[in-house]
Structures are given as structure tokens and as C-alpha cells.
């Protein structure tokens, strides 16, 4: 049981590059996130999917967009890349569709860097 | 606007020792105070929660403080280990959002 798989693990990019981030989970989970990390910022909400077809905006949402492919998969992508996007992004899954209360399982990360 | 704040930055205990993290939040709607532990190089794990209809909750060495009026919660650490040595981070929810709002986190160095 893999839980939230994430890929890559390190990238990167030069100004002005885009990339997608993948992410996949298979514990049957309907809710999705991003997450960027950041010193002394915690972990800040980018983009979410409650349920497969739905998506909406986090705390930082701006130079990102997102898909929710299927149950399974959620992408994020950085279309024309900044130095201010170099951060490690987390993907991270729970069950409930709309109730905070339950865990969120994380992946390992992405590392990304833009020069 | 940081809805979470959270203290100390950084903090070194010696191995036996008592380590106390503090959060502090502003929403009344939150309703769900978890907090997570997090290892270079991985993603963070949850490590305890607890609800506002309760003051206190603990798991083995762990344990959560509330202040419901304070609008405050912290984690204590017992008999802190150097195993424990990582990140910490608290966050608060809303029962019907789905959404957590994260602490900027704590780094916890146990010396042996």
C-alpha cells in the first residue's frame, strides 16, 4: 500500500519553464490537496478537490492551476515558473468529502527549484 | 493574514525532558486542532487531535492542552527522546470546510 506517491521528487526549472506535478493516491480517498512549504510559513493550502470533478482555490492560489484527473490523481501545474515558486510542494488525501476532521495523508514531497 | 500562529520557532530539549509547543488561533468556527509530525525529508504525519468539547487529550508521551476562551492549544511532549527530534506543526479546521489552516511550524532538536 503505497498511500500518496508523488512525483518528481526533485526538479529543476528556469524562469519562465512549465511543469506539472503529479501526485496519486490509492487508499480510495475523495478529497485532495496542495501544499507549499516554505521557512517559517508552515504548510499553506495552494489548491484542493473535495471530490473527483471538483476543485477550488486555497490560501495562495495565484500562478497555479490544478487538475483532479480522476478519483486517483490531482496535478498541479506551474505554467510560466518564478523564483518565488521555489518551495517543496506537498500532496496530501483524506477521506471525507467536506469534514476537516479526518487525517490527511501526505507524500514525501517535491523539491522544486526555479533559477 | 496568519490565522495560526505558533511558538517557539525552534526548540532544544535535553533527552528526559518536558518540550511544550504553543498555538494560538483566531476563528471561533474552528472546531478540529491536530497536530502533526513531520521527518527530513518526508511528508508530515498526524500525530494527535483533539476536538474543543474536551481541555485535555493523550496519547502515550503525547499530550494536547486546550483553552477554549484563551483560543490556545499546545502539545507536550514527556519524557522527550532524541527519536522525537523533528517538526511540529499544529493546525485548526473547520468541521464543514475540509480545510486545515497550518501553524509555521516548530523545530524540536531532543539532545541525548
Known amino acids: 500500500n503505497a498511500g500518496v506517491t508523488q512525483t518528481p521528487k526533485f526538479q529543476v526549472l528556469k524562469t519562465g519553464q512549465s511543469m506539472t506535478l503529479q501526485c496519486a493516491q490509492d487508499?480510495?480517498?475523495?478529497?485532495m490537496y496542495w501544499y507549499r512549504q516554505d521557512p517559517g510559513m508552515g504548510l499553506r493550502l495552494i489548491y484542493y478537490?473535495?471530490?473527483?470533478?471538483?476543485?477550488d482555490k486555497g490560501e495562495v492560489p495565484n500562478g497555479y492551476n490544478v487538475s483532479r484527473l480522476n478519483k486517483r490523481e490531482f496535478s498541479l501545474r506551474l505554467e510560466s515558473a518564478a523564483p518565488s515558486q521555489t518551495s517543496v510542494y506537498f500532496c496530501?488525501?483524506?477521506?471525507?468529502?467536506?469534514?476537516?476532521?479526518?487525517?490527511?495523508?501526505f507524500g514525501d514531497g517535491t523539491r522544486l527549484s526555479i533559477l | 493574514q496568519q490565522q495560526v500562529k505558533q511558538s517557539p520557532q525552534s526548540l532544544i530539549v535535553q533527552k528526559g525532558g518536558i518540550s511544550i509547543i504553543n498555538c494560538a488561533y483566531e476563528n471561533t468556527a474552528f472546531d478540529y486542532f491536530p497536530w502533526y509530525q513531520q521527518f527530513p525529508g518526508k511528508g508530515p504525519a498526524l500525530l494527535i487531535a483533539i476536538r474543543p468539547d474536551v481541555s485535555e487529550k493523550k496519547e502515550g508521551r503525547f499530550t494536547i492542552s486546550f483553552n477554549k476562551s484563551a483560543k490556545q492549544f499546545s502539545l507536550h511532549i514527556m519524557d522527550s527522546q532524541p527519536g522525537d527530534s523533528a517538526t511540529y506543526f499544529c493546525a485548526a479546521g473547520s468541521s464543514n470546510t475540509g480545510k486545515l489552516i497550518f501553524g509555521q511550524g516548530t523545530t524540536l532538536q531532543v539532545k541525548p
Open positions: 487508499m480510495n480517498h475523495n478529497s
Open positions: 496530501a488525501s483524506t477521506y471525507s468529502r467536506q469534514r476537516s476532521n479526518q487525517p490527511q495523508h
Open positions: 478537490s473535495a471530490s473527483e470533478g471538483t476543485t
